[in-house]
């Protein structure tokens, strides 16, 4: 502490830390010597003659008697101890003392022993003694390599060690049984896992001369519950079974295996045939017991383990070496005949030999006087074993044939499968049973029941001793604490290795009665949040080896191989265990002690026998004992005193001084005490930290007081021991009874009766959090002695969570007047006079009413809250105020503060609110106000001082306003009955908004109160009660919506709740919304922002409000009232409708995607109806108008085949359009009421052609004219269906074969009569322009479009955020972050740079569908592949699907120019920049379109925007152009075939290419090689291959490019022959790019030609460009017509 300063006050001015001091006995003479160290002392260890002690930085001393030493100093004085050097360099961090060893324990987890070694107690083989400390290694054999152990803790006895884990697993090596390890070959040399305490968590281990001890945390529920083996692992026996008699069911867990313990080797432990048994076994239970362990474990050779394990296991072994079970049937049935011989095998499930002798020993048992008691509790295998709270657990281990066996899920599988012969409840059992039958059950011999006086351990008066204790017992264990355990479940493993119950009717009765349900007094597993903050309390205290003195705990002497539980600590919380030589405590959280073993010179502390179970050593009330230490014969006690320094207390054998150790055995006349008594020097020690002792010395370590730390420190932890007593007390002595009372239920009534359960779960949960922390002090006490580490600052949220919770429980009983229904039980058990109630309450007012004194006595935990402020302010004052550590314990301090503060104004609300409800009743009817009455609900304030009036109310009405932590409550009623209220109103206060009404105007005190579906207006008679009011509802609402008021202290309070929050609210009045309940944003009493709506009916919108309407992007489900379906609505709103882009899914099973308007379908939209596989299947796609398909729209209908294109009215077909059929029909023209009707052309695949009038679908009636395929021709009138017989009446002409003219006039110009180009898809623009603020096209502000461009981005970008579903990729994601950028382009005259920018900008925006351009062109090419795909793809289309096309690209044109103001018009042409550099930039670009050099570039759309277009449209309009040009192409392919298979210069020579232009030699594989006459594919390879790449592009202009890298390359090839400045001539040009076209080989080269021609730019017609691709054209036709040439 070096921040501390020396207090000059102080008797040490040194201010030392860690002094240690030493001596022996007890006697008033004896001063304690002070052994002087350079460094504080940290931990000391002793030894039967020596001693150890670890000081401040890892070094360790040695002092006393240490023979091992050989030539080295032997003995030095305790107040010289000498340095172990061998250890220095190791940084030491615990050291251990067994009788004749030592260990020290470094940082690493590494073990190094030294001392005696005879038994291998040090570890080391081949040295009987180790001089100097040495190293042993830790390992885990089960690993591959072997890997170290870390290790936490050591312990050392006389002939053994043990090692606690990092993984907190027991290691142990020595000799002897304590070692609880499977073998018997000792010693054990190298440590080994003592595997009978694997999987558990080990917390502490002890050593005594010959026994062990291990502190155990108990396993948690969940654990517990793990299914267990349900059968023997050795001899595949049930472990339980279940008997069904007539009347009861036997449930039996009394499993006895033959072959001996699960956990020996085979083979061990047990005798081979033939053999005789081992002297001092028994061959009849009549024998003593006692006697002959006694010599068993007589010092000597070491016992063997066959033996221990034998008589561990109460077996008999015959002379041939059967192995037979002693059970109670022969100790009942045999009288004093000792000799009768014992049936039956070891192998059934029970002790007895089959279920045939159960039933003799029942009759048997029938005929004795002993009948009546046993018939109520029939035992299989005998093996019932008392509760460990009410009985002492003697029995377990005194009875022949009891195994125990804990239990486990198998077991209660069993009970919970024979639930319903059992009864209600198990348990009820266990009070049934008296122990007094048990007793005369296991004994015969007791209780006046014939038996044998000689057949219990000890003989009769030990057993009537053993009653005692278990009937004292019993009478102090309530059924509180069976119900605790029950409630507790598997938490704690029960005590009952065997479970009885036979059901009697009046046990049925007795458990049908109501009662508390059981509430766990301990939670189980602790808090969540501690963790492993904390020290577990939930302990149980495991021991093993010799037990002749009865150290081990268990009732007997008997030696223990394995760890065993010791059931009666389990439920004890014990926090710390000790080992004497031959005697045993454990220090519990409560600050008690227990002690059990050898109390030959009183060293347990009390002089109660018997003393092989654990019992409280007696100290004087209000004696708080937190360390302990045991000696050879002694026990060394650190307990609280009076004030904060500690006191210590001896126990034990006094030791005169100058007389040299005696033998443990020759202590006659010495004289020893018989209670613990207080050493009278222990003040002058100073603050004292730990004490230790061994042999017959005792050390404590102690500290002085520096600045007031030490004190503080101490100070804290007293405190908080006592209060944790105080907890404990109140707990055992106040509820345990309070809820063992019969009438309680019935006194609280169901409500409070759970509210009670809710408080003692909370009580409970603060106890024990209270318990640990004290734990967590005191151990900081005896190490560390720093408040860095305290939980209470590091973790306060614990502390705070579980007071508040504690505090709103209390509350919360207290306001549904549960203290005073208590008072009535209460009064019953505590009677006229609560003292006990009054003293633990703290209360010294007189004729207190009982109902206060509880609410007193439940609200003393909190005043422990200001005990936690002052002492770490305390704290705080031994530090500078500028220091981190100040800061620290003042923020701590003022945390404990605030939350004190906080539920002390919690008590006011609750009493308030308590005494409101008291006062109640009389001023209303029965109208249902009691209702309001809720556990967590607080009066604030009320009206009926009539502060508050209602404006505009009648004149007879009365109204009453009562404003409640959760709601405001309007009650209403009329003035003749002025106490009675029939009517009220809840106003929930999270949909509450208050506003003051200006007072400037009308003088008034108002306040206006908007509630979802209610405005109205209050009026104060007072501006102070109007703040007043105002202040309070604002701070209510604010404390609802926040929920401080139930969850915490608040720094301040904000003026007035935020306008805009998130609640839940149920409309019933809202016509549109009523029963409706809304949960999500609101601002100002009406529904805003993200929010969901559930309607009774079963209608669900899920999205964004506005107003208290729907508007943005909303989810609405609907049930269909015939359909067992939903309509699902997925889109946006507006003003409570759907209004914009969404999808609606139909329960009938159609899909609709589009525009809405007024819940309608309008504007542009698709419907989907049916499935490909239902009865009419059928998409449209088009333009809505009010729920109608009105204007342009295609509609393909999959049954019947037929596509319509065409324009429409009130869903029907109207006006122009055309329809198309699978089986190639064409018809254009008009159509009236959804029918062909008027004037059109009709085509069928085979070219026959109608023109004329129509009257029905594919109906002709009127005039016309009907031409053949070969030119003839009908004229006149036709009627009749197509297809299926015609009525002509007119004349059939027959053309002239030589009039050409006339066979020009017949041929049909088709898309005369459809609809034009710019007609279609209108909509769809219009919605663009919409998007953009324009209301027509072309006719808005430029800037307010660039605006509504961003919102609609960044509005979509939001949406898809919260909508993961809906999520873009990551370069969408960066795209659309640039898209939101306004570009600078759109402004200023447009040079070659500003017109890239703009392309690229266009790019980006076509590819992105959350920009409307992006969504124009999404749906323009959906409703482009809708039209001309499918049935669509008729040749006879291709020149609308061109028109449209171009039409597309007008009209986005024309959006562009809105968007670029300053771009040129169609053909209007962009200055070249005069610079070089940027010509050459220019050139460069990629998507550049390439035309001969100009002045300048020439704008047009198809240059702009084909290429964003057409890669979208290619693969329907192509398809359309393969279909037109099919006949040409098959001639083309044919010829291109038939040529192909020529050699190069054959085909050259046939195709009249000059001689100069051959190639000589061709580059074969980066070879030249020479061209003959069979070389195929070789010449002009490079130009060919390039002229292949026209089918992988799209656009004319990237096509035409191909074509000029074709001639590129055909020149770079005749030029390496030629010379430089040779220019082709087209006479010359022609044959070898005509052999190139025939060797590239392009199948649909007719289909290319002419969409190049079609759609190419027309300012390229006539440059370079226009001349190479009429050279292609040429070659097309030249090659077509090649073989009539």
Known sequence: ?????????????????????????????????????????????????????????????????????????????????????????????????????????????????????????????????????????????????????????????????????????????????????????????????????????????????????????????????????????????LLYTMTDKEDHVIISDSHYCPLGVELLAEGEARLGPGRSPPLGLLSSPSEPLLSSHTSASAPGPHPSITEHTDYERGRTVAQNGEVLTTTDADISASGTDSDRGVGGAGSQNSPYPDDQAVKEYLKKLSDTSLAEETAKMTIAGASFQPRADSLDPLTSDLIPGVMPVTTSSALNNLVSSCASAVGERVVSTYEALSLKKMINYYYPGVGGVAGVPGGFPGGPAEVRVLLEESMQGKKSCSTGDIREEEAEGLSRRLSLPGLLSQVSPRLLRMASRPRVRAVPLTPVGGLPEAGELLPSLQTEVWSWGRGEEGQLGHGDNLPRLQPLCIKCLSSKEVVLVAAGAHHSLALTAQSQVFSWGSNSSGQLGHMASPTTIPRLAKLSEGIRVWDVGAGAQHTLLLADGDCYQPILYYSGQQVREGVQDTPQDQTEGYSYTQQPVLLPFCMNLGYVSGVFAGGQSCVALADRNVMGFITSLHELATAERKFYCKLSSVKNHILRPLLDLESLSTALGPASTVLLRSLVRCYSRLSHLTGQHSASLTSNLRRRREFKSLVMLEHASIFLDTYNEYCCSVGNFLVMGGFQALAKPSLEFFGKCPELLQRLAESSEENIPLSDLLVTLFYLPMRHLHEYGRLLLKLGTCFEVSSVDYQKLQDGCSKFEALALHLKRRRKEAEYTYHFWKSFPGKMTVSGLDSLRKPRRRLICESSNKALTLQNSGRFSVNWFILFNDALVHAQGVVPYKSLFSTHHVFPLATLWVEPIPEENTGLHGLKLISPEETFTLLACSSMEKAKWLRSINQAVDQAMTGAGQSGSRAGHRAEPPISRTASYTFYKDSRLKEATYEGRWLAGKPNGRGMVKWLDGRIYTGTFKNGLEDGFGDYVMPSKTLNLNDHYQGHWKEGKMHGIGTYKYATGELYEGSFQDNMRHGHGMLRSGTLNSSSPSVFIGQWVHDKKTGYGVFDDITRGEKYMGMWQDDQRQGTGVIVTQFGLYYEGAFNNNKMQGTGVLLSEDNTTYEGEFSEDWTLNGKGVLTMPNGDYFEGSFTGEWGSGLKVTGSFFKPNLYDSDGDKGRAVKLGRLAVPPEEKWRVVFEECWMRLGCEAPGQGENQRAWENIAVALTTSRRQHRDSPEMNLSRTQNRMLESLEFIPQQHVGPVTMEKYDSIRRYLIKACDMPLHPLGRLMETLVAVYRMTYVGVGANRRLLLQAVNEIMSYLARIFQLVRFLFPDLPEEGGAIPEPSSDPQDKKDSNCADTQLESPKPGRVVSSSALLLPVLLPRLYPPLFTLYALEKEKEDDVYWECVLRLNKQPDVALLAFLGVQHKFWPVSVPVLGEKTEVVSSTKDACFASATETLQQISTTFTPSDKLQVIQLTFEEITKEVMSSLEDNFLWSMDDLFPVFLYVVLRARIRNLGSEVSLIEDLMDPCVQHGEHGIMFTTLKACYYQIQHEKTT
């Open 1 to 237: 502490m070096e921040s501390q300063r020396k207090s000059s006050g102080e008797e040490d001015s040194s201010g030392e830390r860690g002094s240690l001091h030493t001596w022996k006995g007890y006697s008033y003479s004896v001063t304690p010597e002070r052994v002087l160290l350079s460094r504080p002392v940290l931990q000391a260890a002793l030894g039967t003659r020596h001693g150890v002690l670890l000081v401040e930085g890892g070094q360790v001393y040695s002092f006393g008697e240490f023979p091992w030493k050989q030539s080295q100093v032997s003995e030095v004085g305790p107040l010289k101890p000498v340095l172990e050097s061998a250890l220095s360099g190791q940084r030491v961090v615990a050291v251990a003392a067994g009788s004749f060893h030592s260990g020290a324990l470094t940082e690493d987890g590494g073990v190094h022993m030294w001392g005696e070694n005879s038994f291998g107690q040090c570890g080391l083989s081949s040295l009987t003694v180790v001089p100097n400390p040495t190293p042993v290694a830790v390992m885990d054999p089960d690993t591959s390599p072997p890997h170290t152990i870390r290790v936490l803790e050591l312990a050392c006895g006389e002939q053994h060690s043990l090692a606690l884990s990092a993984q907190h697993e027991v290691w142990a090596w020595g000799s002897g049984c304590q070692l609880g390890l499977v073998t018997t070959i000792f010693p054990v040399w190298k440590p080994q896992k003592v595997e009978h305490l694997v999987g558990r968590h080990v917390l502490q281990v002890a050593c005594g001369a010959f026994h062990s001890l291990a502190l155990v945390r108990c396993l948690p529920p969940q654990e517990s519950r793990r299914p267990l083996p349900d059968k023997c692992g050795q001899c595949n026996q």
